[in-house]
């Protein structure tokens, strides 16, 4: 099920003018028109005379179609009204006449080009429900355009699997899997399973179910494999969650180990390059990947705690902050290697290196 993103209500106050002229191009009819009608869209607007806005803005397109504001002003208001389709069209023209200011929606900023994703992804979502793939999908293309969110990506695939357009589907997979890649090991084995509401559930159950029977049996390796495909089979959520400690658990038990999958081998040797070359931020985003396909892949958590507390030690050395939400992020996923490993060689250290990051909190 896919849900609409709930849409807070906007009040705009233009107070000083001369801030709204700044957004007038030189080569239109009568840029001061346009400003005016604009003000008195938003008094209307901010009075509750939401017809009576959209006829001001409207004016003031009129006068001055290359005014970014009242393009930006009007797409808020349409979108508090629910016309969706219609706000996505007002942000989009404001982005291109050059329109950057951040627009705060429940305490998180928004650039005018996300504001138009999110705006078009609503649309999409209702086509969606509608049982209408075919618009949808366009819908989210236009979504994608504006600004690429991976969870559009997603999206997108399961509406071109409801059309039967494989190549669509699997190109959206593949650009899903470069930021969500917990799914890429069984792409070859399941294909575009991931994106099919139908059978999705269903399969994940049954692998569930074979690894409950094996794990009883003392087949832990088998048990495994099972809970590692239920896992990739859910999305982030609690269900996930009990997915993920059921691999653990057979993860720790299995003797033979299971190998680490290419697909996550891949990030690890990035995330090793990355670390040698000093690129901190870019080895933690292929460690996070990493763990994505292999919670149960100790040297994750650890590399990872190690990198978070270099880049705390490097705030506190050159003063730019304490570094404190560095090395509590050190602290966690340290803490998550020795559940994974509590009897490695190395657990001392690891539990030292913790004890010093919570002093250097302090």
Not at 312 to 333: D, I, L, N, R
């Amino acid at each position: 099920m896919i849900y609409r993103f709930s849409k807070p209500i906007f009040f705009i106050i233009i107070a000083v003018i001369v801030v709204a002229l700044s957004g007038c191009a030189s080569t239109t009819n009568n840029p001061m028109l346009g400003v005016s009608y604009n003000c008195a869209g938003v008094r209307a607007n901010n009075s509750g005379d939401s017809e009576k806005a959209l006829k001001y803005y409207a004016l003031s397109i009129k006068a001055n179609p290359n005014y970014a504001m009242v393009w930006r002003n009007r797409g808020i208001l349409n979108w508090k009204l629910d016309r969706d389709a219609e706000a996505y069209a007002d942000f989009l023209k404001a982005g291109q006449l050059g329109h950057s200011e951040i627009i705060n929606i429940s305490g998180t900023d928004y650039t005018i080009a996300q504001i138009a994703a999110m705006a078009a992804n609503v649309v999409a979502v209702n086509l969606y429900d509608a049982k209408q793939y075919t618009e949808a999908a366009q819908w989210w293309e236009k979504a994608i355009a504006a600004y690429p969110w991976p969870k559009y990506f997603e999206r997108l695939g399961r509406a071109y699997v409801r059309l039967n357009d494989n190549t669509k589907a699997y190109k959206a997979l593949d650009q899903w899997l470069e930021h969500f890649p917990r799914y890429a090991p069984y792409k070859n084995s399941l294909g575009l399973l991931i994106f099919d509401d139908d059978q999705r559930g269903s399969v994940r159950d049954n692998e569930a179910h074979y690894g409950s029977e094996a794990a009883k049996k003392g087949d832990y390796l088998t048990a495994f494999k099972h809970f590692s495909k239920s896992y990739a089979l859910t999305s982030p959520s609690t269900l996930q969650d009990l997915f993920r400690g059921s691999v653990i658990r057979n993860y720790q038990k299995a003797n033979p180990k299971p190998e680490l999958p290419e697909e996550a081998r891949r990030y690890q040797v990035k995330a090793q390059a990355h670390m040698t070359a000093g690129r901190d931020k870019k080895a933690i985003t292929a460690y996070e990947k990493l763990y994505q396909i292999c919670p149960w892949f100790p040297e994750a958590s650890f590399n990872q705690a190690l990198v978070f507390g270099k880049l705390g030690e490097k705030c506190k050395v050159e003063k730019t902050s304490s570094g404190k939400e560095y090395f509590s992020k050190a602290v966690f996923w340290m803490k998550n290697y020795l559940k994974l490993a509590p009897d490695a060689r190395t657990a001392r250290t690891a539990q030292d290196k913790i004890y010093a990051w919570e002093a250097a909190m302090e």
